[in-house]
């Protein structure tokens, strides 16, 4: 059996996860979107792209859930991205009624599916996916954490003047302003970033991560980031298909980890074939817990409002 991974929203983010994914040639794809024809049109675009990488993937795009049916993984991307000066949460009305017929539509055709939701406010778009299909929270995952973290990856190499594959961080909290990149924690080739970063710089570093996503979204004017947010989400997808227990920053539900309970926040997990494994616990100073406390609070203020928006 080939696995099959459908993915919600072929706007964007949602194609270019199509791209990335078809490269890796681990699932066939489904691309599924409102707008008539622009699905289709994208997916036979990237379909005519595989003989020429030599990939044997099929790609089908569609206005209709029924060509996601038994999917191994669903990955919602649907819904509005940010303008210049929006915040991430006010999104919220507009895309938790996107994200909620995503998510009804596809597990009721997908039953055993383990979901990655990439579509904003992140961390309550996760929570609403996992309330509305009822699946454990184990099921249902939300991207941040490796986009965040390699966005502070780029610039700590890009400093430090080393490959990046040399540069370790770890970016944790909310998918917002408020998240906490752990510089501690954070190392190159073993050494913590303290040691190879001055203070003054390495701050600056972690303004620029916290902002990254603004930052494009200003540059681009009509849209948000794509390339690095779908390439993350293909990491995720790589490591539950083949049961890589992979440990990644990403929004889990937490139920008494890090002192939170009942809203989805960025943490770090061990992937696999079963979704979440774990959720690791890192040892934290008391600023970097105010810190995770602070981002927390943020997270539990637009899950609040969700929760009051749909009654869950
Ligand atoms: N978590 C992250 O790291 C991260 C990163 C980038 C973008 N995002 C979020 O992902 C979402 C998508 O961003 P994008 O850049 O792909 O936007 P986009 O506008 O390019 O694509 C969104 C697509 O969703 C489709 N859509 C809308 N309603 C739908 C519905 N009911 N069913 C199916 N499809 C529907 C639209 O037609 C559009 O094609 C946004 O909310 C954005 O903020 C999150």
Redesign the pocket.
């Known amino acids: 059996m080939r696995n099959k991974v459908s993915i ?7 194609s270019t996860t199509a791209h990335w994914l078809a490269e890796r040639e681990i699932a066939d794809i489904v691309l ?4 008539e024809g ?1 699905p289709q049109g994208k997916a036979l675009d990237l379909q005519q792209a595989m003989p020429v990488i030599g990939k044997d993937v099929s790609i089908i795009g569609t206005n209709d859930y029924d060509a996601t049916t038994d999917s191994d993984i669903i990955v919602i ?6 303008k210049p000066g929006m915040s ?1 949460d006010d ?1 919220l009305t507009v ?1 938790a009624e ?1 994200v909620s ?2 998510t009804l539509e596809t597990i009721k055709r997908s039953p055993n599916a383990i979901y990655i939701i ?3 406010p ?1 961390d309550a778009m996760a929570y609403l996916a996992m309330k509305l299909s009822n699946l454990s929270p184990e099921r249902v995952v ?3 954490g490796i ?1 965040d973290s390699a966005r502070m990856r780029t610039f700590v190499a890009a400093e430090v003047g080393v490959s990046v594959e040399n540069v370790h961080c770890y970016v944790l909290g909310g ?1 917002g302003d408020e998240m906490v990149p752990l510089t501690r924690h954070s190392n190159v080739a073993g050494t913590s970033l303290r040691e190879v970063i001055s203070a003054e710089r390495l701050e600056a570093i972690v303004n620029r991560t916290r902002k990254g ?1 603004g930052e494009i979204v200003s540059l681009l004017k009509t ?4 390339y690095a ?1 779908s390439v ?1 989400v293909a990491q995720m997808v790589d490591a539950i298909l083949k049961d890589k227990h992979l440990i990644i920053p990403a929004s889990a539900y937490m139920r008494g980890e890090y002192d939170l309970t009942g809203i989805y926040f960025g943490v770090p997990v061990q992937l696999g074939r079963q979704g979440i494994e774990k959720i690791v616990i890192y040892d934290l100073d008391r600023e970097e817990r105010e810190a995770l406390a602070r981002s927390a609070e943020a997270v539990k203020q637009t899950t609040d409002a969700l929760r009051n928006l749909l009654k869950i």
């Open positions: 919600i929203g072929g706007g964007m983010t949602g599924v979107d409102i707008v622009m991307t649907a819904g509005l991205p940010r991430r999104l895309n996107i017929k995503a990439l579509t904003n992140l939300g991207q941040a986009l998918h996503g849209g948000s980031a794509y947010p993350a």
